[in-house]
């Protein structure tokens, strides 16, 4: 029980940990030492520690506050190895609806932000929202056809007896896992936070505890997307090591994809999610339905 | 401050880099791969307010001087300031220019100069060590001063930048 209620903590660490690896991945592939894999603790510790000068309105300091209650919340459902802290029938649903508040609480505090850029940003981000939740939420609607149960532990029992469901469902787990990626806000879909073109996007005009707080965020949100998908489709894990194991190969190999890959335009991003994912999800949907009737 | 938050505020010093006047190329080498400044963790923040150093390499126009102070007053304390370069120093070789304000100090107080006309890379990372070790020994206190000495600041800044009125938003 107690470690269930520290779990999401623990996940937002590791999660700092994953982005201090990816530095340090981003750092060797372009022929640097790169920093040490510590190094976000350090980050978001001095980031803790200083002052804030910006004041925008009472939702400005509302917004991540928000973000980073909702990214708790959502990750006390998120099977690690074992029982959650919430578990019941139609956990996955709720699941999948507390995952979204966090992106809408950095929405609504960037977009008191008054700079034009984080407005910009935030558009960006819920635009691309737009076209990643539908190819992933169709992805794992075969799941929940096939298994009668919308409980994750039950779907993670029920693949260590069946097999996993990334080998019952490869169609939709291709989709998934595409969607997967711009959910990490990896490289071919980072228009939300392109430091380049809008200087880091919805975040601009946050610093100091602001900025750690949704640094803290993202470090959840990691662990909450990839640990979503382990849960569905690769039979999530017996123990919290096994669970840190898969959400990491998982992680470094789509982190490998992103490194090689340039940025698309938002629009051409939305126009890619709505014909490949979701048209591979639709697909895949389909063979299971027709897969199914026995 | 001390222990763990001291030694993370060593650690992870993000930086603004304001290069309007020159040096903007030796800067180039320090955070890519030739030198890798982001394996003691000085990465560029994207914006002021995420910074916490803020660097001034070459001449101020007294263009770019309002520019510098409104950039400066937007960093979240406690924030440091390297001046990089003999221009900001004394002037450097435009000294006696009719566009230019000599001394940096005067309107931002400078916690580190790096000298040279450019200084090499190398030295621009021994500036940043010896930032390291004055925020180790609390000596790095410039946004301090600024805070108490805003008066004098200010009268710096109106003198060499004629009515605040225009381009200042709003006092510190």
Redesign the interface.
């Known amino acids: 029980m107690t470690w269930a209620i520290l779990m999401p903590f623990i996940l937002m660490f590791a999660g700092l940990l994953y982005m201090g690896f990816a530095?340090k991945i981003h750092?060797r592939i372009?022929?640097?030492?790169?920093?040490?894999f510590y190094?976000n603790?350090?980050?978001v510790?001095?980031l803790f520690?200083?002052?804030?000068?910006?004041f925008h309105g009472g939702m400005f300091h509302f917004g991540p506050v928000l973000s980073l209650t909702g990214i708790i919340m959502a990750l006390m459902f998120l099977p690690v190895g074992g029982k959650p802290l919430f578990s019941f029938q139609g956990d996955l649903f709720v699941l999948l609806y507390l995952a979204v508040i966090a992106p809408w609480g950095m929405a609504l505090g960037a977009g008191n932000a008054e700079n034009p850029l984080a407005s910009v940003g935030i558009a960006r981000a819920l635009t691309l929202m737009l076209g990643y939740e539908i190819p992933f939420f169709i992805g794992i609607i075969p799941i929940v056809v096939r298994t009668h149960t919308t409980q994750i532990v039950e779907i993670i029992q029920l693949q260590q007896i069946n097999g996993w469901n990334v080998i019952l469902f490869p169609i939709s787990a291709l989709a998934s896992i595409i969607a997967l990626h711009a959910m990490l806000g990896n490289k071919p879909f980072d228009q939300p936070i392109a430091?380049h073109e809008i200087?880091?996007g919805p975040?601009?005009?946050?610093?100091?505890k602001y900025?750690g707080i949704l640094q803290l965020y993202q470090a959840g949100a990691i662990l909450l997307s990839t640990g979503i998908y382990v849960d569905l489709f690769f039979g999530g894990a017996s123990n919290v090591w096994m669970f840190f194991l898969k959400t990491f190969l998982i992680y470094f190999v789509l982190l490998l994809i992103g490194e090689v890959l340039p940025r698309f335009r938002i629009g051409d991003a939305l126009k890619f999610f709505w014909k490949w994912p979701l048209g591979i999800a639709l697909l895949g949907l389909l063979v299971a339905v027709l897969g199914g009737v026995r | 401050?001390s222990g763990?938050?001291k030694?993370?505020?060593i650690?992870?010093l993000w930086v603004t880099y304001y290069v309007t006047g020159c040096g903007g190329i030796e800067l180039l080498p320090v955070i890519?791969?030739r030198f890798?400044a982001?394996?003691?963790?000085i990465i560029t923040s994207?914006?002021p307010?995420?910074?916490?150093v803020l660097v001034v390499s070459g001449f101020l126009t007294t263009k770019t001087l309002r520019r510098i102070i409104r950039t400066y007053?937007?960093?979240?304390?406690?924030k440091y300031v390297v001046a990089l370069g003999a221009c900001t120093i004394n002037g450097g070789i435009y000294w006696d220019s009719y566009s230019t304000a000599d001394k940096l100090e005067l309107y931002i107080p400078v916690d580190v100069y790096i000298a040279g006309c450019m200084p090499r890379p190398e030295s621009i990372f021994m500036g940043f060590a010896h930032l390291m070790a004055m925020i180790k020994g609390d000596k790095a206190d410039g946004w301090k001063r600024y805070h108490e000495n805003y008066k004098w600041y200010k009268k710096n800044q109106d003198k060499a930048l004629g009515n605040s009125k225009k381009w200042r938003v709003r006092d510190v």
Do not use: N
């Open positions: 530095r750092a372009q022929k640097r030492y790169g920093p040490p190094q603790i350090y980050d510790i001095k520690s200083k002052r804030e000068a910006a430091p200087a880091s975040l601009v005009e946050y610093g100091g900025l | 401050m763990i938050g030694t993370s505020r650690k992870s890519t791969s890798d982001e394996r003691f963790g994207a914006t307010r995420q910074s916490d007053e937007q960093m979240p304390d406690p």
